[in-house]
Nanobody
Framework: QVQLVESGGGLVQPGGSLTLSCEASGFAFSHVEMMWYRQRPGKEREFVAQIGENSDYFHYGDGVKGRFTISRDNARRMTYLSMQNLEPVDTGVYYC??????WGQGTQVTVSS
C-alpha cells in the first residue's frame, strides 16, 4: 500500500526556517520523482518543488525560488523541504506527492508573529 506521511509543520515567526519531512512506503521510492505542493487559505493547491529520482533534477514554483530547497534520501525513503526566510504568505498545508499521483495527508505550516 502506497503511503506518504508528512511531518515537521508548525508555527514559525516571519523570517524563520522550517524543514518538512515526508516518509514514503509501498512503492519503489528511488525510481520515482517526488514533489511538494501547498494549499494556502482560500487558494487552490499549488506546486512548490520537485526533485528527480537521483537528485539530478530540481524545479521550483514561483514565489519559493531561492528560499525553499527540496532534497531526498533514497536509503531512508525520505523527501525533505527546507524552507528559509518564511513569510506569512507561506502559511498553508504542505503536501508530499509521488510521481504516481499518491498524496500524503499534509502538514500545517503557519507563519505568524
Amino acid at each position: 500500500q502506497v503511503q506518504l506521511v508528512e511531518s515537521g509543520g508548525g508555527l514559525v515567526q516571519p523570517g524563520g526556517s522550517l524543514t518538512l519531512s515526508c516518509e514514503a512506503s509501498g512503492f519503489a521510492f528511488s525510481h520515482v520523482e517526488m514533489m511538494w505542493y501547498r494549499q494556502r487559505p482560500g487558494k487552490e493547491r499549488e506546486f512548490v518543488a520537485q526533485i528527480g529520482e537521483n537528485s539530478d533534477y530540481f524545479h521550483y514554483g514561483d514565489g519559493v525560488k531561492g528560499r525553499f530547497t527540496i532534497s531526498r534520501d533514497n536509503a531512508r525513503r525520505m523527501t525533505y523541504l527546507s524552507m528559509q526566510n518564511l513569510e506569512p504568505v507561506d502559511t498553508g498545508v504542505y503536501y508530499c506527492k509521488n510521481e504516481g499521483g499518491a498524496w500524503g495527508q499534509g502538514t500545517q505550516v503557519t507563519v505568524s508573529s
